[in-house]
């Protein structure tokens, strides 16, 4: 019978996995950041593509207080993310609402991430790796600033300047009066 996995060996893994997801992101931000309208989106995502090297460092740092060494095992749910997010893309949207779906496709990436630093954080709180656990909180702490300040500049102005594009003119949008219906009226 095959020897059974243990929580480290998870962690390795799941460890392995968040190395992975943090390199396939340093190469979808520029792409994002690039498609950005709005100079503040692009901007936020360039200072976020800088927070994600030091995710890789962190996380490679990591490794090393375990010793074990440094390597990725692809993760497939942050590519199929990237994948979404590409599609969207291609979507044909106008300039405004472009952004819109930008920071869209990017918080499921820091939703994903979120989650990803949760759990090792977790677990690495359970087996007592200390080191590691100051590592991940900053890198979850990153994370969780940048879908703050994604939803910020959604609320602040780039969802709505992408729905005034989507409603019709006041002048299209008056409501018709209703024609007076003979059958409609009550006998008195």
């Known amino acids: 019978m095959a020897e059974e996995g243990t929580l480290h060996d998870a962690f390795v893994d799941e460890l392995r996995d968040a190395y992975d997801m943090e390199k396939q992101l340093t190469k979808a ?3 994002l950041a690039a498609a950005a ?6 901007t936020a995502f360039e200072a976020h593509l800088e927070e994600t090297r030091d995710h890789v460092a962190r ?5 090393e207080a375990l010793g074990e060494s440094p390597r990725g095992k692809t993760c497939a749910g942050i590519a199929g993310i990237i ?7 291609e979507g044909g949207y106008c300039d405004e609402a472009m952004d819109a ?6 918080q499921r990436a820091e939703h994903y ?7 090792l954080i977790a677990w690495a709180r359970a087996m007592g790796y ?4 100051t590592l991940f909180q900053q890198n979850l702490d990153e994370e969780k600033a940048a879908d703050q300040k ?14 005034e594009l989507g409603q019709l003119d006041d002048d299209e949008n008056e409501s018709v009066e209703p024609q007076d219906d003979p059958s409609s009226r009550r006998a008195k």
């Open 130 to 133: 200390d080191e590691t656990v």
């Open 101 to 106: 779906v930008i920071i869209a496709a990017a």
């Open 150 to 163: 994604l939803t910020a500049l959604a609320e602040g102005g780039i969802n709505a300047e992408a729905s």
């Open 37 to 42: 309208m709005s100079a503040e989106l692009r």
């Open 83 to 89: 994948k979404e997010g590409s599609d969207m893309l």
């Open 59 to 63: 996380l490679e740092k990591s490794f």
């Open 29 to 31: 931000l520029p792409k």
């Open 113 to 119: 991430e979120i989650s990803v630093y949760g759990t």
